[in-house]
């Protein structure tokens, strides 16, 4: 499976854009990049998922390089519910491989 | 529409002992994970399964552990003669189609947390 890359952690304030980055070098031109979260003593939660184009929903913004070698997560208004692991993934086979993730701290 | 319901949420169990770990998909979904995740770690895939069918069982220990998902009931994930190290977090998930192409998306359960005295 091919691996990502995330920080370990990062803080943001409330009410600001968080930007959480990912590399995937090893990207193939099948390889779907997913983002999940996982709250505090939670399973964890579907975000966004795309191939090549930038995607929108209500959650968040998925921004993909040109070479789709990295990828942006983008919450546009973080709020302290927002505090959670952030996990970027690549799924090619039929299963999602969950990498360490990025701890996200929200600051009130 | 319900989601993906895993019981027991806790369990303890002691050296040598059997721990069963039931899942029910959310209806209409015939695609089941299992998962685990040791404290502080993130989670590791064990078993992907397809109504009565182990499509994928690559993350799971070689022994002491099986999973089912029979045609009618829940899935279970089996731990015979547990260990200390089995002390982990199962994360059950579901998905009505194969993951691929434009779908991708898992629903995953609360967790059944498993602790060996």
């Known amino acids: 499976d091919a691996k990502t890359t995330q920080p370990n952690s990062m803080e943001s304030n409330e009410e600001e854009p968080v930007h959480l980055p990912c590399n995937h070098s090893t990207i193939s031109g099948t390889d779907y990049i997913h983002w999940y979260r996982q709250l505090p003593s939670q399973g964890p939660e579907y975000v966004i998922h795309?191939?090549?184009s930038n995607v929108n929903n209500r959650m968040a913004s998925l921004a993909i390089a040109e070479d789709r070698k990295s990828s942006t997560l983008i919450l546009h208004r973080a709020t302290l519910r927002d505090a959670a692991v952030y996990y970027c993934i690549l799924q090619g086979a039929q299963k999602l491989v969950f990498g360490q993730g990025t701890r996200l701290t929200i600051n009130p | 529409n319900a989601g993906v319901m895993q019981n027991p949420r806790h369990l303890v169990r002691r050296r040598g002992q059997e721990a069963r770990l039931r899942c029910s998909p959310m209806k209409g979904h015939s695609h089941v994970y299992w998962y685990r995740q040791l404290p502080e770690e993130g989670l590791k895939f064990m078993v992907y399964l397809q109504k009565e069918n182990i499509i994928d069982e690559s993350g799971m220990p070689k022994e002491r552990f099986s999973a089912e998902f029979p045609k009618e009931g829940p899935s279970i994930l089996r731990i015979q003669q547990v260990v200390r190290g089995d002390s982990a977090a199962y994360f059950c998930?579901?998905?009505?189609?194969?993951?691929?192409?434009?779908?991708?998306?898992?629903?995953f359960g609360e967790g059944s947390r498993l602790t060996v005295l």
């Open positions: 795309g191939l090549t």
């Open positions: 998930a579901s998905s009505p189609r194969v993951l691929g192409t434009s779908t991708g998306e898992l629903f």
